[in-house]
């Protein structure tokens, strides 16, 4: 089979998923009707209100935003990461987790990435006229 | 996800522990291949669909492995399962995240149940400090630079 055709395919496959995890969506946690009655949490959620005890929280990532209710006042543009039972469309939190360095893998990615390319670079060069990196 | 530092120096650490000497940095490159998840960010402003969540599963790894390993100077059976190995490493090592249970679907669409072990938030730097430390004792050592004499 032909290189290019081999990529092409590949691709093709790739978007076929792709398209099916629109369809059948992978990460569904932020509609809670769907754990009605059972244990489910949410990692990395910031808090945008709060009113007594219910808390209207978002993933940091953005998305719809959803009703948590803590026995325990948060404050508002904090991050936290929950765990409770789904009553009526709402979470009732048990346990919650605050982060104070939500972002703290990407600063410490931000190092990795230059060791990555370094890595790389020594090994291996990008051929413009194949498309293909070779070796050095 | 744990950061990039934790995954190279993992993937590091299993390519000597496999004994893997040539296309090391394919095994490298597979490990932080999943996070390739993180493009969605410069599509969001677009929608809120991220076209690239599949390749942070099982199966979106083993196709985006097999598409980039065509790019690479190197027998495609050989740059494939090593790219394939690090991606598996980066799974795992998230699969160890998630102290509260159910956060990955990995073996979507096959097996839509969560896989995670959890019992390290992602925010924690230790897993980072440990790898990296463990990585450059390994680098040292292999380089001549630390010597463990055998008992007389």
Redesign the interface.
Known sequence: MGLWLKRFTILVFISFLSYCSYLFPIFENWDLSKYEGEGHSLYFVKVLDNRGLNHVVRSIYGGDSVVVVLDVELKIGSVVSLYGEVKDGRLIVEKYHAHEHPWMPYYLSSFGFPILIFILNRKWRFDFQSICFRRR | ????????SVAFLITLALGIKE?R?LV??GS?LPDAVKFSFFL?FLS???????FH?A??TL??A??LS?????AWRRGFSLILLGSASHLLLDSLH??????Y?FL??LWTGYTNFGFV?????LP?LFSSSAALAALLYKKGYIFIRPRK
Do not use: E, Q, R
């Not at chain 2, 998630?98 to 956060?103: C, E, F, L």
């Open positions: 996800m744990p950061d990039w530092i934790t995954h190279v296309n940095s490298i490159l932080v969001s809120s669909f991220n076209p690239f969540v599949v599963t199966l979106g196709l985006f097999a598409l065509t790019f690479f100077d190197t998630g102290p509260y249970g159910d956060y679907w979507w669409p938030w992602h925010d924690s730097y980072a």
